[in-house]
């Protein structure tokens, strides 16, 4: 009687990460970096064991053939808002000021599952936008079990230079989706952000200071220099939002380590990111995604905002800036994360780059040095797609199959 229910109780627990090791058999293995016609992938306790053609299974081994099929490392969302929805149902103002944050986090947790699906088993998410800390709960929840999702990295409410943000409101003040801090106090934002629960702390080094007009500069090169040294003394990577050059140029000289969209870097701007190794995140589908809204049909040519997004990054590719992928998902739906990928390779990227950037790329930009790539001892985050992506990439967009840390979470 003990046993049977022993046995009903493990039946009812998602495959637990704890069972006996998996030999996963499809046509050919993206590692990250190559592809490997018939190797196989070892996955026990969570981790990959070991990596390779004609593997020599444990005899308790569980087999899973995946025939035709490509097995590639889970892919990491570069630039994500879990807690937004797509502008064009509901604008982003108000979904920060006439959302609680309880209807944002139930909608999150839609978000994170259909990310998971999607093969994104790790998103960089970056700012709650009008949220407060839910990220952190969000990502424990995750981390908990208790509902699923991607693994997060979370900047909790981003940074932003008093006024310069949004909403905005000439009759009284209103909430901002994100926190506003300058000067001295800028430091002292970063780290109460890190106490709170941030891994990267996330920047706004320019924006729109008044409805209609361009971008401006906001925080000083000091001022970034300044919260950069408060987060890598705490360890943790800086992210700014900027597209003009001239905060691109503060920012990479700063030490920032990722700028966030940069549509208006110049070959200067982009020639000083590859000496400084700062990386870049285009979020061409953010862009794509607010053209369509406005009313473009996806035709050619494009409109200019998407031109110029196309021609930055093609500038940037040409200088040897390390480019990341993340989309800013959240503008547009949370699952078709793929979009970017998409966008990268129109914009004249090859497939291989692509891939290397959705995995090894992202894993080695962002520090995680314990996904992104198959290889013995590395998390067993895993997805399969039908075909070859190398040679048709549309397949990314169709993943069949996803592992996260050794547990199937879909299966087609
Ligand atoms: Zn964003």
Redesign the pocket.
Known sequence: MKHQLAAALLALLPCPAVAAPVLLSPDRVWDGEAMHSGWQVLVEGGRIVAAGANLEAPADARRLDLPGHTLLPGFIEG?S?LLLHPYDKTPWDDQVLKESEAYRVARAVVHAKATLMAGFTTVRD??SEGAGTADVGLKRAINEGHVPGPRMIIATRALVAPGSYAPKNDAWAVPQGAEEADGPALVSAVRRQIGAGADVVKLYGDYRWRPGEGSRPTYSQAEIAAAVAAAHDAGRPVAVHANTAEAMHRASAAGADVI?HGSEGDAATFALMAKNKTVLCPTLAAGDAIARYRGWNGQEPAPADVLQDRAAFQLAMKAGVPICMGG?VGVFAHGENAREMLLMAKAGMTNAAVLTAATAGNARYFGLSDRGRIAPGLHADLVAVPGDPLQDLNRISHVVFVMKGGAVVKSE
């Open positions: 630039h808002h970056l700012g966030e800013d």
